[in-house]
């Protein structure tokens, strides 16, 4: 069965860390762009962090310099590290994976999301 599953968000202060993990079973997460996006309640959700299935990483501007995005390709896990955590960051986070079938039409997987709380 398909299926991604965040964790790792919480409470936390102004200028502190989290690490937040998305694992994912029932597909490999090498053959897929992956992402984290993030949404605020009646707001769109928007696109955090990139990872490519070459390994390329792409940042929102918003984000540069303190958050990491990453793979572990042998636990099939994909990772955001977030430091320096602002008021702003607080929002739901979630993992995203994308690919094209044998049709060539776009797939896509979404986690349950895990909340962040940055407290000001």
């Known amino acids: 069965q398909v299926q991604l599953v965040e964790s790792g968000g919480g409470l936390v ?5 989290l690490r937040l993990s998305c694992a994912a079973s029932g597909f490999a997460i090498s053959n897929y762009v992956m992402s984290w996006y993030r949404q605020v309640p009646r707001k769109e959700r928007d696109l955090v962090a990139t990872l490519n299935t070459g390994g390329n990483i792409n940042y929102a501007d918003s984000v540069k310099g303190r ?3 990453s793979r572990d390709i042998a636990n099939n896990t994909v990772f955001l590290q ?4 602002k008021a702003e960051d607080t929002a ?5 994976a994308v690919a094209r079938d044998y049709t060539h039409r776009l797939v896509t997987y979404w986690g349950q999301g895990t909340q962040v709380t940055v407290s000001s």
Do not use: D, E, H, K
């Open 82 to 85: 977030m430091n320096n955590l």
């Open 13 to 17: 202060q102004t200028g502190g860390s």
């Open 92 to 96: 739901v986070y979630f993992c995203n």
């Open 67 to 69: 958050f990491t995005i």
